[in-house]
């Protein structure tokens, strides 16, 4: 029974979620609570391991309990956020390419400019052109 508490233990412990301004309380994108710590940090490490041995469960568990709760296992959360994050800096801010990938965990931003044409069907500088479906441009 303890363990079905442990995601909220973690969460008690993370630090205020920072969303984009486009994100409202009543937004589609709105972030569920139990994932603070995953989306206040986007581009930080997010080992399965550690998380799960601050809740005091097995990495496995650990996963099922997300994806029970959320729907996609963490690793799929994460990318989901990082891409979310991705789209609103390039559509609302003039930073860099290379500054966001490395802002989103991304080492290299070649490798990031291919997972974001993946994600989405168009490359980073066609996004931030305006030149995908559904930019909100």
Avoid at 110 to 136: C, K, L, N
Wanted: aromatic content about 8%.
């Amino acid at each position: 029974r303890e363990k079905s508490t442990g995601l909220q233990k973690l969460v008690a412990k993370s630090t205020p979620v920072h969303r984009p301004p486009h994100w409202s309380a009543n937004s589609s994108t709105q972030v569920p609570a139990d994932t603070q710590l995953l989306v206040a940090d986007p581009g930080g490490e997010h080992r399965i391991d550690v998380m799960a041995d601050e809740l005091g469960v097995t990495a496995s568990y650990f996963c099922r309990m997300f994806a029970d709760r959320f729907g996609q296992s963490p690793r799929q959360y994460v990318t989901t956020v990082r891409m979310d994050t991705a789209r609103y800096l390039l559509r609302d801010t003039v930073l860099p390419i290379s500054h966001i990938a490395t802002m989103l965990g991304y080492g290299d931003v070649h490798f990031f400019s291919r997972h974001f044409r993946r994600q989405q069907g168009v490359s980073p500088t066609a996004y931030r052109h305006g030149e995908a479906e559904g930019s909100g441009q």
